[in-house]
């Protein structure tokens, strides 16, 4: 009940076999949109991304999707889309500021960090994982991928950026995670792509990357500047790098 059947034509593989977080933070073409004012499976939404589609015409105060990936996971199940053209009802979304799961992940990084060994650290990510159906860390990584990566602090620590990435999407922890992980200056320079929405019928026309926005993130973004009317009021201050 995640992908339309019979939908010609089909979704990439990309959208295939993905674990239930996946699915439940986005929307894309040939997905089913869970929600609708509704709590069953019957009459579901479903995506139509392409040219001619459920959601491909530019609505009248002309905001559009460039990538053809939807944030699903703060809208209100209550929010009733009817069509791109003459756009939805729309029910407001408690939004999560601080949550358990982030709070296990952050004391996860911080054993982690600390040096703790990794059987001390996984029963935190575990508990994150275990809500969306998944196996454990340990489990999972040497069943489906082969090596104890867990088992290193380098290892861990990776596994647990991936963690905060997939369980917090759209929560806005990412913004900051980077900056604390100083991985901005190589995950933020990545240019942001997408399919071509609205343009592509077939496959072929659709899944074409298209390049949506090119980034840029230099050290001395890691800091905002000091404002130069409290350098002038105290001449000890030192300007931050860059600036």
Same mark, same amino acid.
């Given at each position: 009940?995640?992908?339309?059947?019979?939908?010609?034509?089909?979704?990439?593989?990309?959208?295939?076999?993905?674990?239930?977080?996946?699915? &439940?933070?986005? !929307?894309?073409?040939?997905?089913?949109?869970? !929600?609708?004012?509704?709590?069953?499976?019957?009459?579901?939404?479903?995506?139509?991304?392409?040219?001619?589609?459920?959601?491909?015409?530019?609505?009248?105060?002309?905001?559009?999707?460039?990538?053809?990936?939807?944030?699903?996971?703060?809208?209100?199940?209550?929010?009733?889309?009817?069509?791109? &053209?003459?756009?939805?009802?729309?029910?407001?979304?408690?939004?999560?500021?601080?949550?358990?799961?982030?709070?296990?992940?952050?004391?996860?990084?911080?054993?982690?960090?600390?040096?703790?060994?990794? &059987?001390?650290?996984?029963?935190?990510?575990?508990?994150?994982?275990?809500?969306?159906?998944?196996?454990?860390?340990?489990?999972?990584?040497?069943?489906?991928?082969?090596?104890?990566?867990? &088992?290193?602090?380098?290892?861990?620590?990776?596994?647990?950026?991936?963690?905060?990435?997939?369980?917090?999407?759209?929560?806005?922890?990412?913004?900051?995670?980077?900056?604390?992980?100083?991985?901005?200056?190589?995950?933020?320079?990545?240019?942001?792509?997408?399919?071509?929405?609205?343009?592509?019928?077939?496959?072929?026309?659709?899944?074409?990357?298209?390049?949506?926005?090119?980034?840029?993130?230099?050290?001395?973004?890691?800091?905002?500047?000091?404002?130069?009317?409290?350098?002038?009021?105290?001449?000890?201050?030192?300007?931050?790098?860059?600036?």
């Amino acid at each position: 009940n995640t992908i339309m059947l019979n939908y010609k034509p089909g979704t990439v593989k990309l959208n295939l076999e993905r674990e239930h977080r996946y699915y &439940a933070s986005l !929307g894309f073409d040939g997905g089913i949109w869970f !929600g609708q004012g509704k709590t069953g499976l019957s009459g579901l939404y479903s995506v139509n991304a392409r040219k001619g589609g459920n959601v491909s015409p530019i609505p009248a105060d002309h905001s559009q999707n460039l990538t053809g990936i939807w944030p699903k996971k703060v809208v209100n199940y209550k929010t009733v889309m009817s069509d791109a &053209a003459s756009g939805f009802t729309s029910v407001t979304y408690p939004f999560p500021v601080i949550r358990m799961a982030d709070l296990y992940l952050m004391y996860a990084e911080a054993l982690n960090e600390k040096g703790e060994d990794y &059987a001390t650290v996984l029963p935190w990510i575990d508990m994150v994982r275990e809500r969306s159906g998944l196996q454990g860390v340990k489990e999972s990584w040497d069943q489906y991928v082969g090596n104890s990566k867990y &088992a290193t602090q380098t290892g861990l620590r990776q596994i647990i950026m991936q963690e905060r990435r997939i369980e917090l999407a759209f929560e806005g922890h990412y913004f900051w995670d980077v900056r604390r992980w100083k991985t901005a200056t190589t995950e933020l320079t990545q240019p942001l792509t997408g399919w071509k929405v609205r343009y592509g019928e077939t496959d072929v026309d659709y899944y074409s990357e298209n390049l949506v926005l090119v980034r840029d993130f230099t050290p001395k973004m890691y800091f905002w500047p000091i404002d130069i009317g409290e350098l002038r009021k105290d001449p000890n201050l030192v300007q931050n790098y860059g600036w």
